[in-house]
C-alpha cells in the first residue's frame, strides 16, 4: 500500500516551484498583499488557487459562493474558473482590504463576474437560503470558530452533486497535536471527523498547504 509521502521543508519548496505556473498578476496581487505586514498570511497558497480555478472548470459550476475574501485573490481564480455567464458571490465582514482585491479583479477582466457583499458570513448564508438561492461550488475560509455552521450552511445552499471546498482543515498540522485544545484547532478537528461520518457527502482530505477538504454533496 502506497503511503503519504512526508511534506519535509525540501519538498514544500520543490511543490511551490513545479507545483505551480508562475502567473503576473498573481504575482503582483501577492507582493501588495505581503506589503501588508502580518495579515498577509491570511491569503491562500497559489497552488490552492491554481486547484479551485480546475475544480470550477471541470466541474462547471456556474453559481459560485465564497466566505472569507480578503485581499481576493481566491475570488479571482475562482472567476477565471467560470464560464463567461457564471459568478462569484464572495462575503466579508470587513471591507478594509476590497479596493486592493477590486484593483486586481479589475486588472483581471474578472469584474462583470464577481458580486461582493460585505456582511456576518453566517447572517448572509442564511438570508440566501430564506430566499432560496442556490450554488454549485462553495469555498470557506473565514473564522475557524464558524466552520461547523458554514459547512451546514453550504449544505443548505448547494444544488446535488455540488461541491464544498474548506481550507485551513490542517490548521498548520495542529489537528494532529493533542496539546491544542483551544476553540479553532478543536473546531476544526470536529469538522473533519463530522465530515468523515457525514453519509450526506463524500470528500477527500487534501493536504496541499494548509490542507484542503474537498466535499461532493450527494
Ligand atoms: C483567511 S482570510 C480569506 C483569504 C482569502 N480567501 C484569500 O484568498 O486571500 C479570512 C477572511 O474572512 C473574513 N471574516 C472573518 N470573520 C468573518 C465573518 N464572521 N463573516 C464573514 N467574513 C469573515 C476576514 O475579514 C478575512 O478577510
Known amino acids: 500500500m502506497s503511503t503519504q509521502t512526508?511534506?519535509?521543508?525540501?519538498?514544500?519548496?520543490?511543490?511551490?516551484?513545479?507545483?505551480?505556473r508562475e502567473d503576473k498578476t498573481i504575482?503582483?496581487?501577492?507582493?501588495?498583499?505581503?506589503?501588508?505586514?502580518?495579515?498577509?498570511q491570511m491569503q491562500i497558497a497559489k497552488e490552492q488557487g491554481q486547484f479551485l480555478e480546475i475544480i470550477a472548470k471541470i466541474s462547471k459550476a456556474n453559481k459560485c459562493l465564497e466566505i472569507g475574501r480578503f485581499t481576493g485573490m481566491s475570488t479571482l481564480f475562482l472567476?477565471?474558473?467560470?464560464?463567461?455567464?457564471?459568478?462569484?458571490?464572495?462575503?466579508?465582514?470587513?471591507?478594509?482590504?476590497?479596493?486592493?482585491?477590486k484593483k486586481y479583479w479589475e486588472l483581471d477582466n474578472m469584474t462583470s463576474k464577481i458580486e461582493s457583499i460585505i456582511g456576518e458570513g453566517v447572517e448572509v448564508m442564511q438570508s440566501m437560503i430564506d430566499r432560496q438561492h442556490t450554488y454549485d461550488l462553495i469555498f470557506i475560509d473565514a473564522d475557524k470558530n464558524n466552520y461547523l455552521n458554514y459547512y451546514e450552511l453550504s449544505l443548505n445552499l448547494l444544488v446535488p452533486n455540488g461541491i464544498i471546498i474548506i481550507d485551513n482543515v490542517l490548521w498548520h498540522g495542529d489537528v494532529a497535536d493533542e496539546a491544542k485544545q483551544d476553540s479553532q484547532t478543536n473546531t476544526i478537528r470536529d469538522l473533519n471527523l463530522k465530515i468523515q461520518n457525514d453519509t450526506?457527502?463524500?470528500?477527500?482530505?487534501?493536504?496541499?498547504?494548509?490542507?484542503?477538504?474537498f466535499i461532493r454533496k450527494k
Open 200 to 213: 450526506r457527502v463524500e470528500f477527500s482530505l487534501l493536504p496541499l498547504s494548509d490542507g484542503l477538504s
Open 79 to 101: 472567476a477565471r474558473g467560470l464560464s463567461e455567464s457564471g459568478k462569484v458571490v464572495t462575503i466579508d465582514n470587513s471591507d478594509e482590504f476590497l479596493p486592493l482585491a
Open 27 to 40: 504575482t503582483e496581487l501577492e507582493n501588495e498583499t505581503l506589503k501588508l505586514g502580518g495579515v498577509s
Open 6 to 20: 512526508e511534506i519535509n521543508e525540501a519538498l514544500v519548496k520543490y511543490l511551490q516551484s513545479v507545483g505551480y
